[in-house]
T-cell receptor, first 111, second 118 residues
Framework: SQELEQSPQSLIVQEGKNLTINCTSS?????LYWYKQKYGEGLIFLMM?????EEKSHEKITAKLDEKKQQSSLHITASQPSHAGIYLC???????????FGKGTTLSVSS | GAVVSQHPSWVICKSGTSVKIECRSL??????MFWYRQFPKQSLMLMAT?????????EQGVEKDKFLINHASLTLSTLTVTSAHPEDSSFYIC??????????????FGSGTRLTVV
């Protein structure tokens, strides 16, 4: 079965600093999804990547998917306290199947 | 955009009772619903997949007689935790996908239900 490894498990950065979260799949994936969550709340969709080598940006967040479609990174530029939360990567291995999630990365931003 | 309404957002029940959680797709037809469980400080674990009008497919280790899933219509799926025990206390969240193009990013998540069994 597919497994997703996320790193780091937790991260504390100073406001204004850049950071990167990585997500590695044990198998070639169909689609890679990034979500943000405040613990005990619903998921906020950030981005979906589907093509090898694809890169998407929204505000200060950029996500990339490698050519082999087994690794993705989420990069936050000039972090702010509002970026704090749990970042989850999820992947499916074919259309219409459930997303399997990594263990998440807890981000804290100190001001 | 696509919205899934999940109710209740939190519930406290006594040990031995049953609790029903509902997920409704408000503006699209949810052909498939997924139910997840999340323990504190952990990620989402897939419990089951349900397609409208069919029996749910449960993941290994999930008791189908304890976690009853019904997906009787294209807009409603329910998860019933039967004879709840304190170890069933958790955060439950549903996700739905619909026909191509109906849902942003493919998957729409409910806001989750925090179940506490006392």
């Amino acid at each position: 079965s597919q497994e997703l490894e996320q790193s780091p498990q937790s991260l504390i950065v100073q406001e204004g600093k850049n950071l990167t979260i990585n997500c590695t799949s044990s198998k070639t994936l169909y689609g890679l999804y990034w979500y943000k969550q405040k613990y005990g709340e619903g998921l906020i969709f950030l981005m979906m990547l589907q093509k090898g080598g694809e890169e998407k940006s929204h505000e200060k967040i950029t996500a990339k998917l490698d050519e082999k479609k087994q690794q993705s990174s989420l990069h936050i530029t000039a972090s702010q306290p509002s970026h704090a939360g749990i970042y989850l990567c999820g992947a499916d291995n074919q259309a219409g199947t459930a997303l399997i999630f990594g263990k998440g990365t807890t981000l804290s931003v100190s001001s | 955009g696509a919205v899934v309404s999940q109710h209740p957002s939190w519930v406290i029940c006594k040990s031995g009772t049953s609790v029903k959680i509902e997920c409704r797709s408000l503006d699209f037809q949810a052909t498939t619903m997924f139910w997840y469980r999340q323990f504190p400080k952990q990620s989402l674990m897939l419990m089951a997949t349900s397609n409208e009008g069919s029996k749910a497919t449960y993941e290994q280790g999930v008791e189908k007689d304890k976690f009853l899933i019904n997906h009787a219509s294209l807009t409603l799926s329910t998860l019933t935790v039967t004879s709840a025990h304190p170890e069933d206390s958790s955060f439950y969240i549903c996700s739905a996908i619909g026909l191509s193009g109906d849902t942003k990013g493919g998957y729409t998540f409910g806001s989750g239900t925090r179940l506490t069994v006392v």
